[in-house]
C-alpha cells in the first residue's frame, strides 16, 4: 500500500509550518531528518490524522492502513499500568476485533524489555521505560504504517541499536516513517531519506545520494592545540579528536580555510551539518 503527499502545507496565520511538500511512500523505513521546530513533528501529526493541514492532501491506493503513531512527547496515562495502557490501546485501535489482543501485548512486552514492569504504573517508569512503553503501543495490532517521532530518546545505545535493527526486520512489510535529529539513526537502514528544513524538503533521496551532492565541501586538518582557538573561529566541525600535541579536525566548508587541509568522503552526519551549518551546529573542542 503507497501513501501520496501532495502539496501539504500548515500555516498558523502568516506562519507557515510545512510548505507544499509532495512525496510518495511505500513499504520500507523512510528518515526525516532536520534540526528541532523544522516541521517534522507537524508533518507526522497530520498524517497520523491529530492536526489538519491547511491545504494539500494524504491519500491511499486503497483502504487507509491502520496507524500506529510514536508522537515526539510521549506520557501515556500515568496512573494506568503498562500492561493496562497497552490493553487500552489495543481496544482504541481494534474496538470489538480486539478480544485476541493480550497474545500481541505480551510479544511487544517481550520484544520492548518491560515484561517485568507491566504491573508498574507508568509515572513510576523512567523516561527511556516510558519511551519503550511508547514504541510498544505504536507497534502493538499490527499496524502497516508505523510513525516513530525522535523513538530513541531515552534509550541507552544497546537499546537504540537493538531497536534499529529490529526496524529493518519489520520494514519488509510495513510502512516505517522514522522523524529525528540524531544522525546515527537513520544511516545504513533508509530506503529515502528527507532532510527537512524551513517547512520544505531541502534534500531528499537515497543515503549515497544525499552524501554525493556534499562532496567537496567536506575537510580534514591537523592542528597544533596552541592554534585550536585561532583557527577554528567561525567553523562549522563535524568531528575532532585528540592525537598527541594536536588536534584531527573534520570541518565543513565549500572550500579549504586551514591551511593543510584535504579532502574527505562525507558522510551523513555531514549531509546533516552542510544544511544546518548556519544555525549554529558546531562542536567544541
Known amino acids: 500500500m503507497n501513501m501520496y503527499i501532495k502539496n501539504l502545507s500548515k500555516s498558523y496565520g502568516e506562519n507557515f509550518v510545512l510548505k507544499n511538500i509532495s512525496t510518495e511512500i511505500g513499504n520500507g523505513i523512510y528518515g526525516f531528518l532536520g534540526a528541532n521546530g523544522v516541521g517534522k513533528s507537524t508533518l507526522f501529526n497530520i498524517i ?3 492536526i489538519k493541514a491547511t491545504s494539500g492532501e494524504i491519500s491511499f491506493n486503497g ?3 491502520r496507524v500506529g ?3 515526539q512527547q510521549f506520557e501515556g496515562y500515568p496512573e494506568m499500568t503498562v500492561q493496562e495502557f497497552l490493553q487500552y490501546m489495543g481496544f482504541v485501535k481494534m ?3 480486539s478480544k485476541g489482543i493480550l497474545s500481541d501485548i505480551n510479544k511487544q512486552l517481550k520484544i520492548f524489555e518491560l ?3 507491566k504491573k508498574v504504573k507508568l509515572k513510576n517508569l523512567s523516561g527511556g521505560q516510558v519511551r519503550r512503553v511508547g514504541l510498544a503501543q505504536a507497534f502493538l495490532a499490527d ?3 508505523i510513525l516513530l517521532d525522535e523513538p530513541t530518546a531515552g534509550l541507552d545505545p544497546s537499546q537504540r541499536n537493538y531497536f534499529k535493527n529490529y526496524l529493518v526486520e519489520k520494514s519488509q512489510e510495513k510502512t516505517i516513517l522514522l522523524s529525528t535529529h540524531i544522525v546515527s539513526d537513520l544511516e545504513f537502514i533508509t530506503k529515502k531519506l528527507y532532510v527537512l528544513k524551513n517547512g520544505s524538503f531541502v534534500m531528499e533521496g537515497k543515503e549515497e545520494e544525499l552524501i554525493s551532492r556534499v562532496d567537496g565541501n567536506v575537510w580534514e586538518v591537523k592542528i597544533n592545540k596552541q592554534d585550536v582557538y585561532t583557527k577554528l573561529k567561525h567553523i562549522t566541525i563535524s568531528e575532532s579528536y585528540e592525537q598527541e600535541d594536536y588536534y584531527v579536525i573534520r570541518y565543513i566548508n565549500s572550500k579549504d580555510i586551514i591551511e593543510g587541509s584535504k579532502q574527505v568522503k562525507p558522510t551523513l552526519n555531514d549531509v ?3 544544511n544546518f551549518k548556519e544555525e549554529g ?3 567544541e573542542i
Do not use: Q, V
Open 48 to 50: 497520523s490524522g491529530y
Open 63 to 65: 483502504e487507509k492502513p
Open 69 to 71: 503513531f510514536l508522537p
Open 95 to 97: 474496538g470489538k476485533e
Open 115 to 117: 515484561e517485568d514492569k
Open 143 to 145: 499496524p502497516h504504517l
Open 272 to 274: 546533516y551539518l552542510y
Open 281 to 283: 551546529f558546531t562542536n
